[in-house]
């Protein structure tokens, strides 16, 4: 049987900094998660509402030229 120090298993990648939670904890890290990815989905998409007529535009002139 080898025995690996933590410096080597810190080398590796294999030093996991998940501490034990209950399982409360775990589902409010989980939502705050959440709610950042969709905070972030919602700014590209007014973003992309913004200029979606200038894309569109563009797009229309370059595939379909009249």
Sequence with gaps: MTVVNEDENH??????DDPQLP???HLRELRKRMVY???CMLVVFLGAWGV?????????LRWCPL
Excluded at 11 to 16: A, L, M, S, V, Y
Excluded at 52 to 60: A, D, E, K
């Design 37 to 39: 990815i969709f905070s």
């Design 11 to 16: 080398e590796k990648g294999n030093d996991i």
């Design 23 to 25: 399982l409360t904890e």
């Design 52 to 60: 979606s007529n200038y894309i569109w535009t563009s797009s229309r």
